[in-house]
């Protein structure tokens, strides 16, 4: 039997309320995962006032609390909760990208969309019609992230979505790398967190090439573009490497899908001759920008490519990268398991999943005591006590 995982949460504070946890069917198994380590956790606490009043309900065999989001014939749905979470310091859980789920429309098979998801969030957050304690939001992949800005004559989707939240009754809403972290400003009085896992990477990196020197004449972080510029040079300082970053130049004279084309990515940094290469960025979505760039880096004579992106997407399916991978264009490629992932993507060899599901359930579990993240949102005394175990075990090597 393997031995209960370590308890970090500090226990200085009463919980809020009693915990509830409503993982959507399209995050089923992340909420399981989620659910399962706060169980082992706080069986394994000792604490003095555990038996008081407040901690009704504080050790259960599970705080997963049961919700569906059922459909009629004609494709409409509601929300259904089929317990009582009066009191309860609720936490959805929605995974927007996962298009696996279908639903029947008129006798047609749909397949969900990020719009079915986030209506089936409101659905539910409606079924607890105000009952609950506090109701916070986790979705990862933020709800129309994409379209964070206004450029002209266009909707502004992102922070019509998190007014829209907020004004039925939630509390916080936390994500994931998000696109751009300035969307907050559209809900300036709650709460809003976004979690980079800039240390979940690096762990996974060290597990796939436990070789791999951390020495900024053998490595360096590489932005793909000049928005991910502020991932890229945190994750270069946090591992003392250089960083580098391209630039997309783009066609402003044609529009092609809603946007200008890129005509080709400048590169701006050190010399890359020999070195190995992290390619950081928030999300793949084709790959087309992720592949280039990984294929001028090697033109230029870098060594192992290393493509860390938060979500997976793969809209077009993995075919181009099993041809890159082939061609040596890259050596590894590690995405969250924060969105949908296939088993095709699984089974790939040169695919490395970072399990996010312990960092989820440390920031409910110390949410849930009304406790400072803040730690969990900038981890760099976790990264920094990684890298001096990674480096301990080459030097014993």
């Known amino acids: 039997m393997s031995p209960a995982p370590k308890d970090t949460t500090p226990l200085d504070s009463l919980p809020v309320g009693r915990l509830?946890?409503?993982?959507?069917?399209?995050c089923d198994t992340l909420g399981s995962k989620v659910n399962d380590y706060i169980v082992k956790w706080r069986k394994n606490r000792d604490y003095s006032q555990i038996d008081?009043?407040?901690?009704?309900?504080?050790?259960?065999?599970?705080?997963?609390?049961?919700?569906?989001?059922?459909?009629f014939g004609s494709g409409e749905a509601k929300g259904l909760l089929k317990e009582s979470v009066r009191g309860d310091d609720i936490y959805?859980?929605?995974?927007?990208?996962?298009?696996?789920?279908?639903?029947?429309?008129?006798?047609?098979?749909?397949?969900?969309?990020?719009?079915?998801?986030?209506?089936?969030?409101?659905?539910?957050?409606?079924a607890i019609a105000g009952k609950a304690r506090r109701i916070n939001v986790i979705m990862p992949f933020l709800y129309e992230s994409r379209?964070?800005?206004r450029t002209g004559r266009e909707s502004l989707d992102c922070a019509l979505a998190l007014q829209e939240l907020v004004n039925m009754g939630v509390d916080n809403i936390i994500t994931f790398d998000a696109h751009d972290p300035r969307v907050q400003n559209s809900i300036p009085l709650h709460g809003f967190e976004t979690v980079q896992p800039?240390?979940?990477?690096?762990?996974?990196?060290?597990?796939?090439?436990?070789?791999?020197?951390?020495?900024?004449?053998?490595?360096?972080?590489?932005?793909p573009?000049?928005?991910?510029?502020?991932?890229?040079?945190?994750?270069?300082?946090?591992?003392?490497?250089?960083?580098?970053?391209f630039y997309k130049r783009r066609d402003y004279s044609t529009i092609i899908d809603g946007r200008n084309p890129?005509?080709?990515?400048?590169?701006?940094?050190?010399?890359?001759?020999?070195?190995?290469?992290?390619?950081?960025?928030?999300?793949?979505?084709?790959?087309?920008?992720?592949?280039?760039?990984?294929?001028?880096?090697?033109?230029?004579?870098?060594?192992?490519?290393?493509?860390?992106?938060?979500?997976?997407?793969?809209?077009?399916?993995?075919?181009?990268?099993?041809?890159?991978?082939?061609?040596?264009?890259?050596?590894?490629?590690?995405?969250?398991?924060?969105v949908y992932q296939t088993e095709e993507l699984l089974q790939r060899e040169?695919?490395?999943?970072?399990d996010m599901s312990k960092y989820i359930a440390l920031i409910i579990d110390t949410l849930n005591h009304d406790t400072s993240i803040s730690k969990l949102l900038n981890p760099i005394e976790r990264i920094n006590k990684l890298l001096a175990k990674h480096n301990r075990k080459k030097t014993e090597v």
């Open 198 to 223: 800039a240390y979940q990477f690096i762990k996974g990196l060290f597990k796939a090439e436990p070789d791999l020197e951390i020495d900024s004449d053998k490595l360096m972080v590489i932005s």
């Open 20 to 26: 509830g946890i409503i993982p959507l069917k399209s």
């Open 350 to 354: 040169y695919y490395v999943n970072c």
């Open 92 to 126: 959805l859980m929605v995974d927007v990208c996962n298009y696996s789920l279908t639903y029947s429309l008129c006798g047609h098979t749909n397949h969900m969309s990020p719009d079915d998801h986030f209506q089936d969030l409101k659905r539910v957050i409606a």
């Open 225 to 245: 573009d000049a928005g991910g510029t502020s991932r890229a040079i945190y994750l270069a300082n946090v591992l003392g490497v250089d960083m580098g970053m």
């Open 147 to 149: 379209q964070h800005k």
């Open 262 to 338: 890129i005509v080709a990515h400048e590169f701006l940094g050190a010399d890359v001759k020999g070195k190995n290469m992290i390619i950081i960025d928030d999300m793949i979505s084709s790959g087309d920008s992720m592949l280039e760039v990984a294929a001028l880096l090697k033109e230029k004579g870098a060594g192992k490519i290393f493509m860390c992106a938060t979500f997976g997407l793969f809209t077009n399916g993995l075919e181009k990268f099993d041809k890159a991978y082939e061609r040596g264009d890259f050596d590894r490629l590690l995405t969250t398991n924060l």
């Open 52 to 71: 008081n009043l407040e901690f009704e309900g504080y050790l259960r065999d599970s705080y997963l609390v049961n919700a569906e989001t059922p459909r």
